[in-house]
């Protein structure tokens, strides 16, 4: 009856030896790029200092894109969706590697008291304010925090996918209530998780701002990059020769509608951040924006405003753009290294307050490659055995006809 | 009605739910929707509502008389308090006039076809609610007779309005607000009142719906462009409704008063705003769908539907009290800690702990399926909504002026008997639009509702519906496209 | 055929499911007319395709509007603030753009938006509150819950027998003149 519903087992989708292929090229770039950034580092002065700065960056860089994937897993469920289906494997696999992101943190541990001055005692013996927050900021309770939302991302990207691999094989369409029903308390509580890591993580650089919106911030961005990582893995695997016929045109165009969204929102949301702050004047506040209106810095925040907002805006405006695969997946790369700069921007002007110059160095590309070795890896080698689609999901026949009205 | 009520409540992924039940064509759609307006005979409560309505409207107006030829010292307004109820009750109607807009454009872009059956009547609620809204900073001008002052209008003191105010940025927000959701309300509205056009009977009615339907014959030339028309409308009035309440909340934000100067405000207003919004829209709805028969469109799914809505914004509310507090601490700010040690455990803390509970545990019931599924408990839950957000612009306005940098200058906010009948009376506006709204527009988009039926995409009759109504065109079982002569 | 004194101004044929409509759409187009239309009780998707029509150019109309609209609320709160009445407030630059971008953003959006609608209402010819069609009772069910199918007497493949002929083949409700008045 349904004479245009593809069948997709005569689809190729299962990653097979380009999954190895990834894994090993990943792992090789992983070790490389990380053996290159400690051999240049130590190797310079002061290299291991401003290496960990550069390993927080990117490892925060593909912290974003996997929990952007995490709550797009969690978000679909939530409401039921039915067009993403044929996205939702690509995108655990994206989530999954918060087990690897987990993993890398390990060696920050190290490098906790060259990135976080409230760690540095001298410093907190002459600060009250400082003093006042060490309850809440102090070497342990960091950890312990860090663990924590380490334990509920895995736990919830490992539940999903789980239930879902589960579902490939025995198409109970009862797994599908089960995800749906986890996904409301977990959305709530990975509301919660990342906001506070994202206060940890980077708002605590420098621990004498805050701000009530950086958390939102921080999720804008995430999502974002995860939405621009989607793309360009959809492409590449379809060049591959894999989903062709799953995943068409109107995922893309969807796909695209969402990022288009979501940068607007980021730009939203750091427009209010900054208009208030601009606004209210005070002296606790503004000093954050004018290490980043200082010197070469400024620069950078002019290119936020046109790379990630002004330019991708009026690109992916175009419905007929984001219907194909290749100007979609340029825009996303784009939009890629713009979130990149963005946490540049979030990060290094904390890496010494004296510099108005920005610190441009060698380990930024060489953490990237590195870390983003590593990542590839973990994506394919977390995919490597499961369909690379949702193979029994009752909502599958919905999403696989699905038109974009 | 004789199918049940309960039978598009399954969970099943299997299948989409029908969103129309008593196995309903687009004959009995229509004659449903229309019925409302149509009926001869007026229902008893219809005119009770109508009555209390105009006792309060005229309450309205006699206070703003009262407060236009005595002054603003009619009001309980005074320092610390310079903005006590006006501005309270200004965000309280301008929040509420978030949803119709939300559901009719967000919940469009969303693909939620469930908003066809409440879109029509939430963007009424809407535009009341921003009417009411714009009295408030319009008499709060004092001098009302030069509230044009506010409009970047040439005069002959060759002055021009400050456009670095935040106040300044409300009047183009709100005034673009009203005009937008007004014209999208009406575009909507045209196949409809077409509809009720060709059903018309009386001269009267033929006149004037035929007069604003614009001569709409259903043309498929038309619809095209209609349909384009009004999905760029939903796509501009997405980002129009954020913006909104994000100025209104710049009101507060842009200042540096402890409490009212936080980063979250924008969002945090937002949510607020739909919060607030989709619990005066349950409010309304869950009495207008028993009143007026229109159970099968306004099915329990679309209750519980909302209800979730609640859920997710009030939760999003209780997340931006609790980013306010613990950043409050974390800053190690006194002041900023002050301003919420008080807002807690002040002069105010009842009317904090009343928006507290309210806002952030009471929705916390709807993760039952029995509160979502049973109306006289969902209803008192949005009733306790529309509360716990006007204390939330109370607490938020009052706390922190009454109580700023300077504890010499501390004071208490007593409002006036006129403060509280103003307030009364804009219910009156609100209502009397409202019922006149039910009495003669088409309270349901019927045009979308037809759209969003199973029969819609060829299906008739009680065949294998795989999608329920989310059929898509492509499967369509008997067609085959064809390409056009044009198109080759 | 045409016992009325008005002039003959087209054919209707009439439908009760999507459907038939759709496929009497199709071989419509394939007949070659040129002067027709559907008229429904809601927007069926598909029908363009089946109708041969081609999109509309609305959304360019709009992005125009919209960067007007930009341009408009910047200039004024440039002319209004820094050139005509400068007046330094809370210690703000007279030209400060955070401060102007709110006003900016609502003037895209207003002029935007009016101008979808607006341009909604030329390009769709509204209003038009004579047409033939409305003299026709059965009509009157093309905003309720039927489906319609008008040839106009304009097209140059119009014949009063032929065209009769042929809606009568679509297999619909009823086939009726339209009269020109």
């Known amino acids: 009856m349904h004479t245009h519903l593809i069948d997709i087992t005569k689809e190729k989708r299962f990653l097979g030896s380009l999954g190895q292929r990834l894994t090993l ?41 996997a929990l952007g994937a995490l709550f797009f897993v969690l978000v679909e469920h939530l409401a039921k969706a039915g067009w993403s289906v044929v996205l939702r494997r690509l995108s655990e696999g994206v989530s999954m590697t918060l087990v690897l992101l987990a993993i890398l943190f390990v060696p920050l541990i190290f490098g906790l008291h060259d990135l976080y001055h409230w760690l540095h005692a001298d410093l907190v013996a002459q600060d009250h304010v ?108 379809q060049r591959s020769g894999r989903l062709t016929g799953a995943i068409t045109d109107q995922h893309l165009h969807d796909v695209g509608k969402f990022l288009f969204a979501m940068l607007v929102f980021w730009a939203y949301i750091a427009f209010s951040q900054y208009l208030l702050i601009w606004y209210g004047n005070l002296p606790e506040e503004t000093g954050w924006y004018l290490r980043r209106q200082t ?111 | 009605m004789s199918t049940g009520l309960s039978e598009n409540l399954s969970q099943d992924p299997r299948q989409r739910p029908t969103l129309v039940l ?24 219809w005119y009770i509502a109508f009555a209390c309505s105009l006792v309060l409207l005229g309450v309205l107006g006699a206070c703003l008389t009262y407060l236009i030829s005595t002054g603003i010292g009619v009001w309980g ?61 319009a008499v709060h001008v004092g001098r009302v007779w030069l509230a044009y002052w506010l409009f970047p209008i040439p005069n002959q003191m060759s002055m021009w309005p400050n456009f670095r105010s935040p106040l300044l940025w409300d009047v183009f927000a709100v005034s673009t607000y009203a005009t937008v959701s007004s014209m999208f309300w009406y575009m909507g509205m045209i196949p409809d009142l077409a509809t009720l056009r060709d059903r018309a009977t009386g001269k009267a009615k033929q006149f004037f719906y035929g007069l604003f339907s614009l001569g709409w014959s259903g043309s498929n030339r038309h619809w095209l462009r209609f349909e384009r028309a009004y999905l760029l409308l939903a796509a501009l009035a997405t980002p129009l409704v954020l913006s909104v309440h994000s100025i209104v909340s710049f009101d507060f934000a842009v200042s540096i008063l402890p409490g009212w100067h936080t980063t979250i405000f924008p969002p945090y207003f937002v949510a607020g705003a739909i919060f607030s919004g989709f619990g005066m829209v349950m409010t309304i709805l869950i009495p207008c769908r028993s009143a007026f028969g229109l159970q099968d469109l306004i ?14 914004t009030g939760s999003m509310v209780g997340y931006s009290y609790t980013m306010e507090f613990f950043i409050a601490w974390y800053s190690g700010n006194l002041v900023e800690q002050f301003a919420f040690v008080n807002r807690s455990f002040g002069p105010y803390a009842w009317a904090y702990w009343t928006m507290f509970s309210c806002n952030a545990f009471i929705p916390q019931l709807f993760w039952f399926k029995k509160v979502r599924q049973t109306m006289l408990l969902a209803w008192i839950v949005s009733i306790l909504v529309n509360v716990g957000m006007w204390f939330e612009r109370f607490v938020i306005v009052v706390t922190s002026l009454t109580r700023d940098y300077l504890p ?67 499967v369509h079982p008997e067609r085959q496209r064809k390409p056009s002569p044009e198109e080759e | 055929m045409n016992h009325d004194t008005a002039p003959l101004w087209g054919m209707m044929a009439e439908f009760d499911n999507v459907s038939d409509t759709l496929a009497a759409a199709e071989k419509t187009r394939d007949a070659g007319f040129k002067h027709w239309d559907t008229h429904t009780p809601f927007p ?8 041969g029509m081609r999109d509309t150019r609305l959304p360019w109309v709009v992005l125009t509007a919209g960067i007007t609209g930009a341009l408009f609320g910047l200039a004024l709160q440039y002319f209004t603030n820094a050139v005509d009445y400068p007046f330094v407030i809370s210690g703000k630059p007279l030209f400060s753009l955070p401060a102007n971008i709110p006003v900016v953003f609502e003037c895209t959006i207003l002029f935007a938006a009016l101008t979808a609608f607006k341009a909604m209402l030329v390009a769709n010819r509204l209003p038009q509150h004579h047409r033939p069609l409305f003299k026709k009772e059965r009509f009157r069910r093309a905003t309720q819950d039927r489906f319609f199918i008008v040839i106009e007497a304009a097209d140059p493949k119009f014949d009063a027998d032929r065209t009769r002929a042929f809606l009568e083949s679509l297999g619909g409700l009823s086939v009726e003149e339209v009269e020109d008045r």
């Not at chain 1, 925040?301 to 175009?318: A, K, Y």
């Not at chain 2, 064509?25 to 005979?41: H, L, P, Y």
């Not at chain 2, 949803?99 to 967000?106: N, Y």
């Open chain 1, 130 to 237: 400082l003093q006042h927050k060490a309850s809440y900021l102090n070497q342990t309770f960091f950890l312990v925090r860090v663990a924590v939302y380490f334990l509920f991302w895995i736990g919830a990207a490992f539940l999903m996918h789980r239930n879902s691999v589960k579902q490939d094989q025995s198409g109970d369409h009862l797994l599908t209530g089960k995800m749906e029903a986890l996904s409301a308390p977990f959305m709530m509580i990975f509301a919660l998780t990342t906001t506070f890591a994202s206060f940890d993580l980077l708002m605590s650089l420098d621990p004498h701002w805050f701000s009530t919106i950086f958390g939102v911030y921080f999720f804008a961005g995430s999502f974002m990059s995860f939405l621009a990582f989607l793309s360009v893995i959809i492409v590449g695997l």
């Open chain 2, 408 to 474: 010499s200058s501390w004071g208490m906010f007593r409002p006036t008997s006129i403060d509280f009948l103003t307030f009364l009376g804009s219910f009156g506006l609100f209502f009397t639009l409202f019922l006149l709204f039910v009495r003669f527009l088409p309270m349901v988009a019927m045009a979308e509702v037809r759209s969003v039926m199973p029969q819609a995409h060829g299906i008739v009759g009680e065949g294998h519906r795989p999608f329920g109504d989310y059929w898509p065109d492509s």
């Open chain 2, 77 to 137: 307004n005074n320092m610390p308090a310079a903005w006590g109820f006006p501005i309270v009750n200004f965000v309280f109607w301008v929040g509420i006039g978030h949803a119709g807009t939300l559901i009719s454009a967000v919940l469009f872009l969303f693909r939620q076809k469930w908003r066809t059956s409440i879109n029509r009547s939430a963007e009424a609620m809407t535009i009341f609610a921003v009417a009411c809204a714009g009295i408030f900073p």
């Open chain 1, 25 to 65: 090229g990943g792992g090789v770039a992983g070790i490389v790029g990380l053996a290159v950034s400690f051999g240049l580092a130590s190797t310079s002065e002061d290299g291991i200092h401003r290496l960990w700065w550069s390993y927080l960056h990117n490892w925060t860089f593909f912290l974003t894109i």
């Open chain 2, 299 to 312: 099915t329990t799914r679309h209750v519980e539907n909302m209800a979730k809505v609640i859920l997710v």
């Open chain 3, 44 to 51: 069926v998707h598909g029908l363009c395709d089946a109708m």
């Open chain 2, 22 to 45: 008593g196995g309903k064509g687009f004959t009995e759609v229509t004659d449903t929707v229309c019925a409302v307006s149509e009926r001869r005979k007026w229902p008893a409560i």
């Open chain 1, 295 to 405: 010197g070469t810095w400024s620069s950078l925040g002019i290119v936020m405003i046109f790379g990630h907002f002004l330019i991708p805006f009026l690109f992916l405006l175009s419905r007929h753009i984001k219907r194909r695969p290749l100007l979609l997946s340029l825009g996303a790369l784009w939009l890629l290294v713009m979130h990149w700069l963005d946490l540049y921007w979030l990060i290094m002007p904390e890496y010494d307050h004296a510099l108005t110059a920005i610190p441009f160095s060698l380990l930024d590309l060489s953490c990237l490659v590195g870390i983003g070795g590593f990542f590839i890896a973990a994506w394919a080698w977390f995919l490597r055995r499961c369909s690379l689609i949702a193979e029994k999901d009752p909502r599958l026949a919905e999403s696989l006809t699905f038109e974009n009205a």
